[in-house]
Structures are given as C-alpha cells and as structure tokens.
C-alpha cells in the first residue's frame, strides 16, 4: 500500500513521519544548492560533533549529485556511475577504519584510532575532484566543511590520509574501464529501429556506457534481457495500443492520478533516489557503517544495471513509442495504426527504447534495500525532482517498481514490455550482487 503527500495535488494524504520528513526536504534542498549539510556544523566544537558521523555519507552522495549534473564533460546518464566509484571508495574507507563488512575490492586497515568520518569525506572529495576537476573549489570547501567539527589530531590526519588511499586505488582500478569509448549507434533508420526523435533530434547519449566494465557483476551480459517482442507479435499490439491512448500529450483516457504519477517519475532518478537514501539512513538511525554499506550497495547495483541496460539499448535499438505511432502504417501489423501528429506527455530522451532505464535503477535501488534490511516494508519516502513540492511514502519496494513501471509508460514514452524487462534486470542483478558483496566479515573466535 502507499500513502502520498504531494503538496502539488489537492487531497494528498496529510501522513507523515515529521522528523524523517523534514530530513528529507533538506536532503532536497541540499542536492538543489550542492551545499553539504555538515557546513551546517562547520562552526561547531568539537565537544558537540560526534566523531563518527553518519550524515557525511548522505552529505557527499547529495554533494556528487549536484557536481556531476553541473559537470560540463558529463552528461545526467553518467551520475550513477561515478557516485558508485565514490561510494564504493566512502564504503572501503570506513569499513577499513571500523570493520564489520568485507571490504570491496580492497585490503587496507586504517590504524586503531582512525577517524571514520574524516576518511569518509576524504574519499568522497578525492573521487570528485579526480572525475569532475572544475569543481575543485567547491568540492575543497566542502570537505573543510566535513572535517571542521573533527579535532586536529593525528585521528583526522590519519583519517584523511586512509580515504585518500582508499579513493585511489578505486581510481586505479577504473583506469581503461571503458568509459568514453568510441561506440556509436550505428544502426540504419528501418522499421522498429531506433533513430533520433523530436524535437531535439539528438544522437543516442553516452552509447559507450553499454561497454563499461561493471563493478559487481562479470559483464554487461551477464543479466541482460531477452529480445524485445516481435513488431507483428500480440505483446507488441497491446502495449502499442496502451501507450498510444494513454501516454499522449492529449491523452483522454489518461486519469489525474496517472498524470500526477507519470509526473512524479519524470525527473531526476539520480536526485530522487540519493534524497531517499538519505532518509533512509536517518529514519532507520544507521550508524556510519551501516549507512556507508548501504549507499555503496545501492550505487553499485544501480550503476550495474544501467550498464545492463545500455548494453541492451545499443544490441536492440528498438524504435521509442513516438517513432512507432508515428510510422506503424511501416511496422507490418494490421493491428497497429500509424498517428503521424502524435506526442508523448514528456519529451523522449535520446536513446532507443530497450529496456528502460529510470525503471532498472528504481528496482536496482528499492531490491537493494530489501537484502540490505531483509525485509519487503521499506518504508521509503520519495521526492519528486520535476513536481515541486512532490513527496510520496512507500511500505514496499515493490509499489515503487511498479508504480515506476506504470509512470514511463503514462509518460508516453517507453513500452510496457520495455520497463517490465528493466525492472527484472535490476532484481535479478542485485539479488546475485548482494550475495556476494558486501557481506558481514566471518566471526573470528
């Protein structure tokens, strides 16, 4: 069951918890201003800051949203993959000062007396200026704000010192992943082929992300889809038929709670989900490991399946809902019929349509958590980056996925069969990912 508040719909739900709310909405505003929260603290004692900090987890992953959307040399596909490198260096960071979890990839133990904290912000800081150096400034300030309530003392400088290391040898293994590769969509216009779509006409972004090498899982195949329906198939009918009458821009069918719903989920995922992770950690009190395995098992899994899922989108090149409707008197299917004035209630990102994306990284994100937690009642609450005001609770990750499935299809511009397919990457990829990754350390007697 999910209950709404969505201050943008008359007759929302009043329900909600005020104190991870009000968590929530600053993690929103944080990740508008890319201010960290810790500057909130930057003036305070070192009596009254505690040495191990959860929040700087929450702080940097807001931080790294807002420094790769304003990269320059970035485009929004590649923040996932790049909060993952950082988060993966944050988690190997604090679970090498503090133990608990296996760390990724990495065998270094920070000496006894070591600040969690400081080699938290300090991994996050070196990542971030490494992969997107035009925020040097900003990103320097930040991480003077992170350690300001530490004391001075051979914990922050041993701190700092650990994360730094921890940060390069995630650089290192990075280095000729794939990442900005020469692949291009090379595919001739033809019937169900992917071409670009109106009105930007832009090429496919980041093609190269289908063949970066992923962090958890073996390759880019390993949990990739089956092929996407047959034109003429009857799978391929109904969903046609499903997003032509209620994914249109002048959609009558289309209800105002699907409207607000496709909405919702028309923003930034990046954004939306780190907001969440937020309180997440607050609301479940996670203490710094806790929270450090928590955005590290998200961030990679969701990254892996976006890798997956750019992958598929580069071997199909399935053509996007707007080129089908508008060219089905080309497709071979009686069934179909072309509509050449129509268009989607949101604009189609330039990419082909199979499998989708933004529903590969909800069910990456909300599968992540029900292993991380073992439980289905996540008790999540969303925000929405296109809605202001917008804020949804969730018991259970399966509502997200599928009210994320239901939103792109409402949206006018993904298929049903392409969502549903992204959404069982993402569960199949993270149920064999946090299997085994990240797992607590054996017990030693």
């Known amino acids: 069951m999910r209950r709404s508040i969505d201050s943008a719909r008359p007759g929302g739900?009043?329900?909600?918890?005020?104190?991870?709310?009000?968590?929530?909405?600053?993690?929103?505003?944080?990740?508008?201003?890319?201010?960290?929260?810790?500057?909130a603290?930057?003036?305070?004692?070192?009596?009254?800051?505690?040495?191990?900090?959860?929040?700087?987890?929450?702080?940097?992953?807001?931080?790294?949203?807002?420094?790769?959307?304003?990269?320059?040399?970035?485009?929004?596909?590649?923040?996932?993959?790049?909060?993952?490198?950082?988060?993966?260096?944050?988690y190997n960071a604090v679970v090498g000062v503090k133990g608990r979890y296996e760390p990724y990839r990495f065998d270094g133990r920070a000496p006894r007396g070591t600040s969690?904290?400081?080699?938290?912000?300090a991994a996050a800081h070196k990542i971030l200026e490494t992969y997107s150096p035009y925020a040097q400034s900003a990103l320097d300030a930040a991480l003077a704000a992170s350690l300001a309530g530490l004391p001075d003392g051979s914990a922050k400088?041993?701190?700092?010192?650990?994360?730094?290391?921890?940060?390069?040898?995630?650089?290192?293994?990075?280095?000729n992943d794939g990442r900005n590769g020469p692949t291009l969509f090379t595919k001739a216009p033809a019937p169900g082929v992917w071409r670009p779509t109106p009105p930007t006409f832009l090429p496919m972004l980041v093609p190269w992300l289908g063949g970066v090498t992923p962090q958890l899982v073996?390759?880019?195949?390993?949990?990739?889809?089956?092929?996407?329906?047959?034109?003429?198939?009857?799978?391929?009918?109904?969903?046609?038929?499903?997003?032509?009458?209620?994914?249109?821009?002048?959609?009558?069918?289309?209800?105002?709670e699907q409207t607000a719903t496709a909405l919702f989920f028309s923003g930034s995922a990046p954004a939306q989900f780190t907001a969440a992770l937020a309180d997440q950690a607050s609301t479940r009190r996670l203490d710094i490991v806790d929270a450090a395995r928590?955005?590290?098992?998200?961030?990679?899994?969701?990254?892996?399946?976006?890798?997956?899922?750019?992958?598929?989108?580069?071997?199909?090149?399935?053509?996007?809902?707007?080129?089908?409707?508008?060219?089905?008197?080309?497709?071979?299917?009686?069934?179909?019929?072309?509509?050449?004035?129509w268009l989607?209630?949101?604009?189609?990102?330039?990419?082909?349509?199979?499998?989708?994306?933004?529903?590969?990284?909800?069910?990456?994100?909300?599968?992540?958590?029900?292993?991380?937690?073992?439980?289905?009642?996540?008790?999540?609450?969303?925000?929405?980056?296109?809605?202001?005001?917008?804020?949804?609770?969730?018991?259970?990750?399966?509502?997200?996925?599928s009210d994320v499935v239901d939103a792109r299809i409402w949206l006018g511009i993904h298929f049903r069969f392409a969502d549903t397919a992204s959404r069982d990457v993402g569960i199949r990829l993270t149920d064999w990912a946090l299997e085994r990754y990240f797992a607590p350390e054996e017990d030693v007697d």
């Open 13 to 39: 739900s009043s329900k909600a918890r005020p104190k991870s709310l009000g968590r929530l909405l600053v993690i929103a505003i944080s990740v508008t201003l890319a201010v960290p929260l810790s500057a």
């Open 218 to 256: 073996h390759s880019a195949t390993q949990f990739g889809p089956p092929a996407p329906p047959a034109l003429t198939s009857t799978r391929y009918t109904r969903d046609f038929a499903e997003v032509k009458a209620l994914g249109s821009a002048t959609s009558t069918v289309r209800t105002a």
């Open 344 to 401: 989607p209630l949101l604009v189609t990102p330039p990419y082909p349509e199979y499998p989708g994306g933004y529903a590969a990284a909800a069910a990456a994100a909300t599968r992540a958590l029900e292993k991380l937690f073992g439980t289905h009642d996540l008790d999540l609450t969303l925000i929405s980056t296109a809605v202001p005001g917008a804020i949804r609770h969730y018991e259970t990750g399966s509502q997200v996925r």
């Open 116 to 121: 969690a904290t400081a080699a938290a912000a």
């Open 294 to 341: 928590m955005f590290a098992a998200v961030g990679t899994t969701v990254s892996d399946a976006l890798i997956t899922v750019w992958h598929a989108k580069l071997l199909y090149g399935l053509w996007r809902p707007i080129t089908a409707i508008q060219l089905a008197d080309t497709d071979g299917n009686p069934a179909t019929v072309a509509d050449p004035s």
């Open 41 to 90: 603290t930057a003036g305070a004692t070192a009596q009254s800051v505690p040495a191990d900090n959860p929040s700087v987890l929450s702080d940097w992953n807001s931080l790294a949203v807002t420094t790769i959307a304003g990269d320059p040399t970035k485009k929004p596909q590649e923040t996932f993959l790049y909060q993952a490198f950082m988060d993966v260096a944050m």
């Open 157 to 175: 400088t041993r701190g700092i010192a650990f994360g730094e290391r921890a940060a390069e040898v995630v650089i290192q293994q990075r280095v």
